[in-house]
């Protein structure tokens, strides 16, 4: 896993128009507008919203105010979409929204009335999820799939003596080939579609990942083997019934990667890079008859800064069609990054988001067609 986050961009915004504070000002959300909000009431206040006539870009502006103190699951999130039947705005807000609660706990009201099970059997359901990420994820075939990211950023605009936060708000759109072959993710540097305001090689500025088609999965595995894995909870998800698990690594168990850039450090009087394998912990949502993983959550643990960064990644798996045969595979991700930088006598936070869906997957391959040579004319 490799993520990066750029602190450079921060300095280019210097360079912009001054016209453009109206613009990025209209955009900012103060803190204290914002309101916390359950999934239960975010349902009540749309359908407030609708029987008021609100429109669709009034309502998604609404939306942008609140902070969620649990979950929006895809099974809520699916049954929100269905009851409420919102706009195109309203429902890429409540996409939005979903991607910031990803490491938020379900409301417990929704969570299954079940007991716990037996200790010989939390062993085994952690035995057959070992066994699906060293040797079934080993034996997928080789395919080719689209990446499709989406990438959100608060950052602080810096202009003349200003300061200001330029307000979570959509920056790019990219998508991209993945390869996959002999079980090993292909990097594919060709970009198929960049963002209107993407320019060529610009994309990775901010936050990149990868390792959602194994690595990660076999790197926590491996590290909590040396850590701690608890029983969690039963879960309801779209896929079925889940046990869920809490892992927690520490830092001298860790072999997961993180490469960020970059972060303040007082000592030094300035943003320093940081590259190395910190402590970690999170959730493993696992199908308790087969050990697919359904659902996984890490969150990285720094303790030696000023002011600790905040990285976070959520990778859901489902069923997959590939050559007629179905797999678990990827099927979105979520990776968050949080930096938070002292300037002009204040503390800023840089926040990056990124988005990823995984589509159109199909056996890696090629087909020839011979056609019958047509008859010499006479």
Not at 1 to 6: C, H, V
Not at 280 to 307: C, M, S
Request: hydrophobic share 40%; proline share 5%.
């Amino acid at each position: 896993m490799r993520i990066l986050s750029d602190f450079a961009e921060i300095r280019r915004t210097q360079t912009r128009n001054w016209a453009l504070l109206t613009i990025f000002a209209t955009s900012v959300v103060p803190v204290c507008a914002a309101q916390r909000s359950t999934v239960q009431q975010l349902q009540q206040f749309l359908v407030q919203q609708q029987a008021a006539h609100r429109s669709d870009g009034e309502i998604a502006r609404e939306l942008g105010s609140v902070h969620l103190t649990e979950r929006l699951a895809q099974p809520d999130l699916d049954r929100i979409r269905e009851e409420i039947k919102p706009g195109a705005q309203t429902a890429a807000a409540l996409d939005l929204l979903a991607d910031l609660s990803a490491f938020l706990a379900s409301p417990a009201s929704e969570l299954p009335h079940k007991d716990p099970p037996e200790s010989a059997e939390q062993r085994e359901i952690l035995k057959a999820a070992d066994q699906f990420v060293n040797s079934t994820l080993q034996r997928l075939p080789d395919f080719l799939a689209t990446r499709t990211t989406r990438s959100f950023e608060d950052i602080p605009v810096l202009m003349r003596r200003h300061t200001f936060q330029s307000g979570l708000h959509a920056a790019d759109t990219h998508t991209s080939g993945v390869a996959y072959r002999a079980g090993h993710e292909i990097a594919n540097s060709a970009t198929a579609d960049a963002g209107a305001n993407a320019s060529e090689g610009q994309f990775s500025l901010g936050l990149t990942s990868t390792g959602e088609f194994g690595p990660d999965l076999a790197t926590i595995m491996k590290d909590s083997a040396n850590g701690t894995i608890t029983w969690s909870h039963w879960e309801q998800t779209s896929e079925g019934l889940a046990a869920v698990f809490r892992y927690s690594v520490p830092k001298q168990a860790s072999h997961y990667e993180v490469d960020l850039c970059c972060v303040w450090m007082t000592a030094a009087n300035s943003v320093v890079s940081y590259r190395g394998k910190p402590a970690y912990h999170g959730f493993l949502w696992i199908n308790p008859f087969t050990g697919a993983i359904v659902r996984v959550t890490l969150e990285a643990q720094f303790k030696d800064f000023d002011i600790p960064p905040r990285y976070g990644l959520m990778v859901k798996y489902g069923k997959v069609d590939i050559g007629g045969s179905s797999f678990i595979c990827p099927v979105r991700s979520v990776v968050i990054t949080q930096i938070d930088t002292p300037a002009n006598g204040h503390t800023w936070m840089n926040f990056y988001l990124n988005e990823v869906k995984f589509t159109g997957y199909h056996k890696f391959g090629s087909t020839v067609r011979i056609l019958p040579t047509a008859p010499a004319k006479q």
